[in-house]
């Protein structure tokens, strides 16, 4: 028996190499269709959140009319002194319209008393605040701030938003 070897030549090559970008393209593109339009976070100072600092997030236009549920992320290190934090989501869709102010009470810690999230260095957590119903185009403004009673929040190292397609109603 004979063993030959077969060689590929330049063009099959080329051409299992733009298949193959081109499987990886679809499925980047099918794995990138959850439904969020917009997602993004802010960095907190090193020295904490402090009390006045609110966090202004600008959304871009909105795809299509229909509702969007808000959900809100957070970052931080496992030193956090507390085991719940309570934020203020402030929406407003345009000059327009009424502003809207949710108290988001979030508790951050497991039965046990230990901080829950997801991480290693930095914990993640991430928790619906509520939705906003927009029209096609329309941009709207999302500010965050803590009511604590410590004045700076130390230990956080982002806060995020994530708007995303909503089957509820605003």
């Known amino acids: 028996m004979s063993s030959e070897r077969q060689t590929v030549s330049p063009q099959r090559k080329k051409a ?10 679809a499925l980047l593109a099918t794995a990138c269709t959850h439904e969020t339009f917009f997602h993004s976070y802010r960095h907190i100072a090193p020295n904490g959140w402090r009390y006045t600092d ?4 600008l959304l871009p236009p909105a795809p299509q009319t229909e509702a969007y549920a808000l ?6 290190d496992a030193c956090f002194p ?4 309570t934020l203020v989501v402030e929406t407003k ?32 957590f991430e928790t619906p605040a509520g939705h906003l119903q927009l029209r096609e185009g329309q ?8 009511i604590m009673s410590r004045e700076t929040m130390p230990h956080i190292h982002d806060v995020g938003l994530r708007c995303s397609r ?4 605003a």
């Open 16 to 25: 299992r190499k733009r298949i193959s970008l081109v499987a990886v393209v």
């Open 54 to 57: 609110t966090l202004e997030f």
């Open 71 to 76: 959900s809100v992320g957070l970052r931080i």
């Open 82 to 85: 507390y085991q719940s934090l």
């Open 93 to 124: 869709a345009d000059s327009l319209s009424l502003l809207r102010k949710d108290t988001l009470f979030w508790p951050l810690t497991q039965d046990d008393g230990t901080l829950g999230g997801s991480g290693v260095n930095l914990l993640q």
């Open 139 to 146: 941009q709207a403004r999302v500010r965050i701030y803590h």
């Open 166 to 169: 909503s089957d509820e109603g």
